[in-house]
């Protein structure tokens, strides 16, 4: 059974950094598509990052690209997002997710197993 489970969020001020982590079990990274999302209240989830094997990682927002980096430790099967420069608006609850195979899409339905979220909140 695939299980995925995100930390590391918190409160942050504008500006501010942090680092969500999102350790999995019942899978090994080398055969999935591994993203992060958003989803901010009265918004739709927001695909960020993904990240796959040899595929190198693929932008699904644009916007956070400048500020956000996706990694991965394949030993320990854990993704990272580091974000900086965090502003207001990034405010949400972050998922991570995992596909098998690549990162063919950013549609929230295209992946199959969810962690339950952490919250980020950037303000002063």
């Known amino acids: 059974e695939v299980q995925l489970q995100a930390s590391g969020g918190g409160l942050v001020e504008p500006g501010g950094s942090l680092r969500l982590s999102c350790e999995g079990s019942?899978?090994?990274?080398?055969?999935?598509?591994i993203a992060w999302f958003r989803q901010a209240p009265g918004k739709d989830r927001e695909g960020l990052l993904c990240t796959a094997g040899d595929e190198g990682i693929t932008v699904f927002a644009e916007d956070v690209k400048d500020r956000f980096a996706i990694s991965t430790d394949n030993a320990e099967n854990r993704v990272y997002l580091e974000m900086r420069n965090l502003k207001p608006e990034d405010t949400a609850l972050y998922f991570c997710?995992?596909?098998?195979?690549?990162?063919?899409?950013?549609?929230?339905?295209?992946?199959?197993?969810w962690g339950q979220g952490t919250q980020v909140t950037v303000s002063s």
């Open positions: 019942g899978f090994t990274l080398d055969d999935y598509a």
């Open positions: 997710a995992v596909e098998i195979g690549g990162c063919y899409s950013d549609i929230e339905t295209d992946f199959s197993d």
